[in-house]
């Protein structure tokens, strides 16, 4: 069965540092790749996907992830991260037997301290 | 052009009652999914709706209903409510061929 892991609870950086949010998959196939976040009392607002193509996705606020196919990881990633980043941060994946239905991660709450 | 549309946005119901929740989906999408996200945890995948039918489902109970109009708009029954099944609810739509789904902010249902 397919799946998404994000070993960290919670990443905490400093405004203008690199951020890094981590996520390893598991699927049969080629796998469809999606990032989201949540803000607080707020729905899933899409960051980015990788589908196939280029490894390295770019998305939405400067955010970008980059997909390694050997090491079966999606990591999110940020040049500079901003106070404003600090939410709650998704890793999913198509499930194989259905397009519709996603398959989320546990999430990451991360937090960028000024 | 409107995002996904959820309605309500809060909602109070006592254990046993059955609540409705509703979706309208982005425009140009015909394929509407539920999920249900509890506290602390990540959206786990009630069902999908397209054309007018529940296509595929995850792993809730019968309890859990739903409809899809000929609009693409869905709504989510849910019968004998529990505690357990306060959450917020999320509507996801997408259009048929294509991967972009689209979620609306989601309905707060809490039960006392």
């Known amino acids: 069965a397919q799946s998404v892991a994000q070993p960290e609870d919670q990443v905490n950086v400093a405004e203008g540092n690199p951020l890094t949010v981590k996520c390893t998959y598991s699927v049969s196939g080629n796998p469809y790749l999606f990032w989201y976040v949540q803000y607080p009392n707020r729905g899933l607002q899409f960051l980015l996907k990788?589908?196939?193509?280029?490894?390295l996705v770019k998305g939405s606020y400067g955010f970008e992830a980059e997909f390694n196919k050997s090491q079966t990881s999606f990591h999110l990633k940020k040049p500079s991260a901003l106070v404003s980043d600090s939410a709650l941060y998704f890793c999913?994946?198509?499930?194989?037997?259905?397009?519709?239905?996603?398959?989320f991660g546990s999430g990451t709450r991360l937090s960028i301290r000024p | 052009d409107a995002g996904v549309t959820q309605s309500p946005t809060h909602l109070i119901k006592t254990r046993g009652q059955q609540v409705t929740l509703r979706c309208s989906p982005k425009s140009g999408h015909d394929t509407v999914s539920w999920y249900q996200q509890a506290l602390g945890q990540g959206p786990q995948f009630i069902f999908q709706?397209?054309?007018?039918?529940?296509?595929q489902r995850g792993n809730f109970p019968d309890r859990f209903s739903g409809h899809q109009f000929p609009n693409y708009s869905s709504e989510l029954n849910v019968n004998a409510l529990l505690l357990g099944d306060s959450a917020l609810y999320l509507c996801a739509s997408r259009s048929q061929g294509h991967y972009g789904y689209t979620f609306g902010s989601g309905t707060r249902l809490t039960v006392v």
């Open positions: 709706y397209y054309e007018e039918e529940e296509r």
């Open positions: 990788y589908i196939t193509g280029d490894n």
């Open positions: 999913a994946v198509r499930d194989e037997s259905s397009a519709s239905k996603i398959i």
